[in-house]
């Protein structure tokens, strides 16, 4: 079966680093995705990987392994605006995304 | 960018009558939408995939009778939650895919429509 799994909640500091892991099992694979979704608000596009390796992108970064089917997304110099969930999601060989439950992060001052 | 509209953003409805959630790609021609239910602490669920021009594809445990999709035109997929219940009472959400768009394939979402049955 596809599978997504992500932490249910983390905990961090403004100002500190935080990294946010994602295990997947798909039925083919076409890329890995993490968008950010603010309560009540609809998810909002972070980042996409289809090859190995780290992807940058301002503050936030992404990481892919397609051989251990890993994927994290890192956040650096936390804002307490970065409070939110994080959902990673798989898109498989049909070209449809598979959500991962989400993991709220927690941003403490 | 891609821009999708979602309306309403909150409906309140008695239960037992019918609600219609529309879902506008305004700057592109969506030819695929997905249509999402959320639940309070939970992730995205896939309801159904609208083509235009065909029927939707529902995803199982889905009452296609209960949720009827339409996607008559290229920018336009609507929901309709028929005879709501309060268990119905969730987050829904689209979200169109840009034909020939880079990397991330064009997935773009809505706003949302936050539906409560009483």
């Known amino acids: 079966g596809q599978n997504i799994d992500q932490p249910t909640e983390m905990t961090a500091t403004e100002g500190a680093i935080v990294q946010i892991n994602c295990t997947y099992q798909?039925?083919?694979?076409?890329?890995l995705f993490w968008y950010q979704q603010h309560a009540g608000e609809a998810p909002t596009f972070l980042s996409y990987n289809v090859l190995d390796g780290l992807e940058e992108k301002g503050r936030f970064s992404s990481f892919l392994s397609r051989s251990k089917g890993y994927s994290y997304l890192l956040l650096k110099e936390l804002q307490m605006k970065d409070s939110a969930s994080y959902l990673c999601?798989?898109?498989?060989?049909?070209?449809?995304?598979?959500w991962g439950a989400g993991t709220k992060l927690i941003i403490k001052p | 960018g891609a821009v999708v509209s979602q309306h309403p953003s909150w409906v309140i409805c008695k239960s037992g009558t019918s609600v219609k959630i529309e879902c506008r790609s305004l700057?592109?021609?969506?030819?695929?939408m997905f249509w999402y239910r959320q639940f309070p602490k939970q992730s995205l669920m896939l309801m159904a995939t609208?083509?235009?021009?065909?029927?939707?594809?529902?995803e199982q445990g889905v009452e296609k009778d209960k949720f009827l999709i339409n996607h008559a035109s290229l920018t336009l997929s609507t929901l309709t939650v028929t005879s709501a219940h309060p268990e119905d009472s969730s987050f829904y959400i689209c979200s169109a895919r840009r034909p020939g768009e880079g990397a991330n394939y064009g997935y773009t979402f809505g706003s949302g429509t936050r539906l409560t049955v009483v």
């Open positions: 609208s083509n235009e021009g065909s029927k939707a594809t529902y």
């Open positions: 798909t039925s083919g694979f076409n890329g």
């Open positions: 999601a798989g898109m498989d060989s049909n070209y449809q995304l598979i």
């Open positions: 700057d592109f021609q969506a030819t695929t």
